[in-house]
T-cell receptor, first 114, second 108 residues
Framework: KAGVTQTPRYLIKTRGQQVTLSCSPI?????VSWYQQTPGQGLQFLFEYFSETQRNKGNFPGRFSGRQFSNSRSEMNVSTLELGDSALYLCASSLEGTAKNIQYFGAGTRLSVL | AQRVTQPEKLLSVFKGAPVELKCNYS??????LFWYVQYSRQRLQLLLRHISRESIKGFTADLNKGETSFHLKKPFAQEEDSAMYYC??????????FGTGTSLTVIP
């Protein structure tokens, strides 16, 4: 099976712009979660989508949003970019939820905001 | 609040020495804990989870509810164990809280 695919791998944007990141989960996985990874804060949960519905949301401002399509692919959008949004954004997919649920991570999209 | 603490950012041990990576958690419910590992230039991947009570690559971790800890241990460190290790707590669904990670270096 192909792993979790995130595109693009790298992005450079300027303050005030908006950006869209894409995540294709492992085939058959219906849950997609997004994380922000920074050196100071580590991995922080952004949100989770399951069957096109946002199921959980972390403590991030409304500038961060996402969606999931019927094929389980997910996109994350950040509007009005700030310098502090520079980070590695990770996507993880998993089968729905038993106690044995395992998250599989993508390689990430590295966003640099100038 | 649900939190995961990894007190050591950096840990160095000699090859063949025992290693312990500390993880403490704060959670009001019944915790479900995991260890994830990220080797150099590789993706973050699951190492082990407490419900499985398994040993992976010689690593074990025991959930101690009294001390609210889930320390990762290996009796004899190998060079290939050098990596970044993250302790994680499942909060609900697939929402995880991660610790800030411990970078382990095994000195030959």
């Amino acid at each position: 099976k192909a792993g979790v695919t995130q595109t693009p791998r790298y992005l450079i944007k300027t303050r005030g712009q908006q950006v869209t990141l894409s995540c294709s989960p492992i085939s058959g996985h219906r849950s997609v979660s997004w994380y922000q990874q920074t050196p100071g804060q580590g991995l922080q949960f952004l949100f989770e989508y399951f069957s096109e519905t946002q199921r959980n949301k972390g403590n991030f401002p409304g500038r961060f949003s996402g969606r999931q399509f019927s094929n389980s692919r997910s996109e994350m959008n950040v509007s009005t970019l700030e310098l502090g949004d520079s980070a590695l954004y990770l996507c993880a997919s998993s089968l729905e939820g038993t106690a044995k649920n395992i998250q599989y991570f993508g390689a990430g999209t590295r966003l640099s905001v100038l | 609040a649900q939190r995961v603490t990894q007190p050591e950012k950096l840990l160095s041990v000699f090859k063949g020495a025992p290693v312990e990576l500390k993880c403490n958690y704060s959670y009001s419910g019944s915790p479900e804990l995991f260890w994830y590992v990220q080797y150099s230039r590789q993706r973050l991947q699951l190492l082990l989870r407490h419900i499985s009570r398994e040993s992976i690559k010689g690593f074990t971790a025991d959930l101690n509810k009294g001390e609210t800890s889930f320390h990762l241990k290996k009796p004899f460190a190998q060079e290939e164990d050098s990596a970044m290790y993250y302790c994680a707590l499942r909060y609900t669904g697939n929402q995880f809280y991660f610790g800030t990670g411990t970078s382990l270096t095994v000195i030959p």
